[in-house]
Nanobody
Framework: QVQLVESGGGLVQAGGSLRLSCAVH????????RAWFRQALEKEREEREFVAALFWSDSNIAYADSVKGRFTISSDNSKNTVYLQMNNLEPEDTAVYYC???????????????WGQGTQVTVSS
């Protein structure tokens, strides 16, 4: 059974940085597309917003337009861990951030079978 455990969220001022980590237990780590999504307080689960992904098939990386140039997704296969480095954070980045893994090349949250518990990121203005 695949389990994802996130860490690294918190409260930061606008312009600050945070790094999220997601440890993946079980399964073949590099065989999955590993992604980050976020869910604002007023949104439902199915409205989770795609943030970034590292695709299993060709190791391509994709980012949402809203985070390009500020966020970086990376992976340490030796630690079965995927990271999201977030720089120059904005109040609009405030959300619960979820790590996800799936056998997909799609960015839709419905295509990801495995999810972490989420970690809160709050950016104050």
């Amino acid at each position: 059974q695949v389990q994802l455990v996130e860490s690294g969220g918190g409260l930061v001022q606008a312009g600050g940085s945070l790094r999220l980590s997601c440890a993946v237990h079980g399964g073949s780590f590099s065989s999955y597309t590993r992604a980050w999504f976020r869910q604002a307080l007023e949104k439902e689960r199915e409205e989770r917003e795609f943030v970034a992904a590292l695709f299993w098939s060709d190791s391509n990386i994709a980012y949402a337009d809203s985070v390009k140039g500020r966020f970086t997704i990376s992976s340490d296969n030796s630690k079965n861990t995927v990271y999201l480095q977030m720089n120059n954070l904005e109040p609009e980045d405030t959300a619960v951030y979820y790590c996800a893994a799936g056998l997909t090349n799609n960015k839709s949250p419905s295509r990801f079978a495995h999810w972490g518990q989420g970690t809160q990121v709050t950016v104050s203005s």
